[in-house]
């Protein structure tokens, strides 16, 4: 029920919350690889204030972009600490490469003088319509380079858990979402196929496979 909970408040105000994202710094995005998801060095933690009643059933307060991480006891510093080191283990920070920045720059810089369209990092291999019936074998650079990441992000997580996309979650609230988010629908699919049983050798032909492109996967618990 508190996850629930913690799904519909996120949904209420999506839409407010993907337009500033968007708008953070992607300077991954800049590089040679297509990207779908965001940048890992851009990231936001809430803290969410749930009371639950006598009945068992969680009622939202309020929901904290700013938290007090300031200890008031061993036991509260015992669980701020481990808050931060999971999150900044499981935002996996890259370094930032001017000199790949300063290259795209004057790489999209000649295009527009040549009167080319500027360049797209996100080079889909589906659309929002196809994706949800497509196979893994047919998913593009940019789409496994996400399931990729999301992948490694799992591997990373510590005491977090991953409460969307799910199988359960991605079935019952997709359709209240103002617009279909692609990055999701391809994460779905990548579930709804086996999520980390994709990378497994098996039969190499299978449509529910990685690509033989696709670099191998560890499979390991969450450290």
């Known amino acids: 029920r508190v996850k629930d909970l913690i799904i519909k408040a996120l949904l209420a105000v ?39 009643d006598d009945a068992l059933r969680p009622w939202l307060l309020e929901v904290n972009p700013f938290l007090s991480l300031a200890s008031s006891s061993p036991l509260d510093k015992r669980i701020k600490t481990q808050v931060i080191a999971d999150t900044m283990t499981i935002a996996g920070f890259l370094p930032f490469d001017h000199r790949v920045l300063d290259r795209a720059t004057r790489e999209d810089q000649a295009r527009r003088h040549q009167g080319a369209p500027p360049r797209s990092c996100t080079a889909r291999s589906h659309t929002t319509r196809t994706v949800a019936g497509a196979s893994l074998r047919d998913l593009g650079e940019a789409e496994w380079q996400l399931i990729v990441d999301t992948h490694d992000e799992s591997l990373r997580r510590g005491g977090f858990e991953r409460i969307f996309p799910t199988g359960d979650s991605s079935r019952q609230y997709a359709h209240l979402f103002e617009a279909p988010r692609y990055p999701n629908l391809v994460l779905a699919r990548w579930i709804e196929c086996g999520e980390e049983r994709c990378f497994d050798a098996g039969d190499g032909a299978s449509r529910d496979r990685a690509p033989a492109w696709v670099p191998r996967q560890l499979h390991a618990e969450a450290c």
């Open 14 to 52: 999506e839409h407010k919350m993907v337009e500033p994202w968007e708008l953070g710094a992607s300077f991954t995005a800049l590089g040679a690889s297509p990207q779908l998801g965001a940048s890992p060095n851009c990231f936001e933690l809430f803290g969410f204030d749930v009371l639950v």
